[in-house]
Nanobody, 114 residues
Framework: QVQLVESGGALVQPGGSLRLSCVAS????????MNWYRQAPGKQRELVAS???????NYGDSVKGRFIISRDNAKNAVYLQMNSLKPEDTAVYYC????????WGQGTQVTVSS
């Protein structure tokens, strides 16, 4: 059974930083690309960043230069370092993996507000 557990969401002021974590179980973690998505109220879920098993990364245009995705295959963990946060980054952030089926974590709320 695949499980993804996110943590690290919080209320932060504009310009601040947060680090999200996602720990996976039930998969051979190092074999799979891992993704971070987000969904703001009234908007579609969007891809924020992806990282392959080998560490190649890809970012959505709105976060390039501000967010960094990384992974630790020994810990079955993927991280999202978010810098220079803006109010428009406010959303629920989800960890995702496509392993035969599409699996999602429960989400973690990030609110950027003064």
């Amino acid at each position: 059974q695949v499980q993804l557990v996110e943590s690290g969401g919080a209320l932060v002021q504009p310009g601040g930083s947060l680090r999200l974590s996602c720990v996976a179980s039930g998969i051979i973690f190092r074999l799979y690309a891992m993704n971070w998505y987000r969904q703001a109220p009234g908007k579609q879920r969007e891809l924020v960043a992806s990282i392959t098993g080998g560490g190649n990364t890809n970012y959505g245009d709105s976060v390039k230069g501000r967010f960094i995705i990384s992974r630790d295959n020994a810990k079955n963990a993927v991280y999202l370092q978010m810098n220079s946060l803006k109010p428009e980054d406010t959303a629920v952030y989800y960890c995702n993996v496509n392993s035969r089926n599409n699996y999602w974590g429960q989400g973690t709320q990030v609110t950027v507000s003064s």
